[in-house]
């Protein structure tokens, strides 16, 4: 892998929410600038109606993010497998997301204010694709290399004002319906490191969860519930050896999912990609990247096999105006960065499988979970 980075800003901690938005001297107000992109009413599901749906999540990830992964990994990224494209407007109530309300736009189908997780602009909760499809006995899975309590799983089942609300986040997870989650966390459970004293791993437990905190199992039951939490806050990062966690996790939760239910709803984040476009380190983007793709790998795999299977892969928002630009020649690339915080350009959508034809052409974010609802043909689809 030959990178070169000229911007290796200072090791900035992780775990610290880095979503601040700088304000520029330049910066372009004027209302003028924004166009909603209206929904396709003629929009018609060509294909049978899909009986699962994976849903990766790449925070951060825009087109240059997942062009890097054609540069530097060393196979063709599993990008390449997918036929069905599209574009999405990243934009929440304010024009540059974060990514609470941009997950709640995927979770839940309503643009709301920076911060929210599964509430609308008036903070009132807004019910998600994962509690629509658990009440009609959907088996369902989060995973994450962040938290499992930050802001993009969390809007997929938790309902509060504030994404720092990560202990109320674990609380609301504890008792939510879903069935499979792996990712770091524990601290936000534990009683030993709560603010209140309080169990949730007890809760858990109580909800028929198996809770490990040591390392993923090779093999589940599926008439059990499984909390994987390997790290108290985020995990570690792949290059400080967090290995191939992520495909792995993805890689159990279809066979814990598939095993046992007509129907299942699998949400992957590579939470990371977002980190390094932060701290505008390449290396660490492209690390998580490709990392991601690997999932991806996964996710394709099993819906070649399966055939009912929608895979969707997606960004939140763009996180650093990331790009390859030339380096001193033009057969060598620099990765620059020209911020620390998210971007508003459009951001690619790709799918697979049953309705993924949903997914072409250019949409808001909400779309997507309209498009999912659609293409699961679920009476909620509009
Ligand atoms: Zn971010
Ligand atoms: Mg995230």
Not at 49 to 60: C, E, F, R, V
Not at 306 to 311: K, Q, R, S, W
Request: charged share 20%; proline share 3%.
């Amino acid at each position: 892998m030959k990178i070169t980075v000229l911007l290796t800003l200072a090791l900035l901690p992780i775990g610290t929410v880095y979503c601040q938005q700088p304000i520029q001297e330049n910066a372009v107000t004027s209302q003028s600038y924004d166009h909603r992109i209206p929904s396709d009413p003629q929009e018609v599901r060509e294909s049978p109606a899909a009986k699962n749906i994976i849903l990766l999540i790449g925070d951060g990830m825009g087109l240059s993010q997942i062009s890097s992964a054609f540069y530097f990994k060393e196979t063709l990224p599993h990008f390449a497998r997918f036929h069905n494209i599209g574009l999405m407007r990243t934009s929440s109530t304010e024009r540059i997301t974060d990514s609470a309300a941009g997950a709640t736009a995927f979770s839940a189908g309503k643009k709301t204010y920076n911060g929210a997780i599964g509430v609308d602009s008036d903070t009132i909760s807004i019910p998600t694709i994962v509690e629509i499809l658990s009440e009609e006995m959907w088996k369902t899975g989060m995973i994450s290399t962040s938290s499992i309590t930050h802001a993009t799983p969390a809007s997929f089942y938790a309902h509060v004002k504030s994404r720092d609300m990560e202990e109320e986040i674990a609380a609301q997870l504890s008792t939510s319906q879903i069935d499979f989650i792996a990712g770091g966390g524990l601290a936000f459970f534990a009683d030993t490191s709560r603010t209140d004293g309080k169990d949730y791993l007890q809760t858990l437990k109580n909800n028929g969860f198996t809770i490990q905190t040591e390392q993923l199992l090779n093999t589940v039951d599926p008439n059990q519930k499984y909390a994987f939490l390997l790290a108290k806050n985020q995990m570690s990062t792949v290059l400080e050896g967090r290995g191939d966690f992520l495909p792995q996790a993805t890689k159990l939760a279809l066979n814990y999912l598939s095993a046992n239910s007509d129907n299942f709803f699998l949400m992957a984040e590579g939470s990371m990609i977002d980190w390094g476009g932060h701290g505008n380190n390449a290396d660490f983007l492209v690390s998580e990247m490709i990392d991601f793709d690997e999932a991806i790998g996964i996710a394709l795999d099993f819906a070649e096999k399966d055939g009912n299977t929608l895979v969707i892969v997606t960004a939140d928002h763009e996180t650093g105006g990331f790009t390859l630009s030339a380096g001193e020649t033009y057969d060598e690339i620099n990765p620059t960065f020209s911020n620390g915080g998210h971007s508003t350009a459009l951001v690619p959508v790709a799918a697979y499988g049953p309705g993924s034809e949903l997914f072409r052409g250019i949409y808001e974010n909400t779309e997507i979970f309209h498009k999912m609802m659609r293409a699961v043909s679920h009476s909620k689809s509009n």
